[in-house]
């Protein structure tokens, strides 16, 4: 499985980001993909993750409310829309994917067997 993050970029305090993963060498119907970030000096944590069966996604408590994540079967690509931006969002965001056909997905780091490069997104005035 191979994962490719992109869409990352500068962006002042209150704007938006959509940022892409496209998968290869598997389907998204049998594959959870996680979005994880680590800032400067900090350890990577995770940010929200799909899973396979109903789409339901969960996020880390910091970006709820202001972060959506979906998927387009079709196009095997997943997609978190970030919005309401702050400086703390800044970080390395990365892709992570694991077999697992469920309606629930997990925010473990230690689930996820497939990583792909990161993609930086700065937010900055």
């Known amino acids: 499985v191979q994962l490719q993050a992109s869409g990352g970029g500068l962006v002042q305090p209150g704007g938006s980001l959509r940022l892409s993963c496209a998968v290869s060498?598997?389907?998204?119907?049998?594959?959870?993909i996680g979005w994880f970030r680590q800032a400067p000096g900090k350890e990577l944590e995770a940010v929200s993750c799909i899973s396979t069966t109903d789409g339901g996604s969960y996020f880390r408590d910091s970006v709820k409310g202001r972060t959506t994540m979906s998927r387009d079967n079709a196009k095997n690509t997943v997609y978190l829309e970030m919005n309401s931006l702050k400086p703390e969002d800044t970080a390395v965001y990365s892709c992570?994917?694991?077999?697992?056909?469920?309606?629930?997905?997990?925010?473990?780091?230690?689930?996820?067997?497939?990583w792909g490069q990161g993609t930086q997104v700065t937010v900055s005035s």
């Open positions: 060498g598997s389907t998204l119907d049998y594959t959870v």
């Open positions: 992570a994917a694991y077999h697992h056909r469920s309606p629930y997905c997990s925010l473990q780091m230690a689930d996820y067997k497939y």
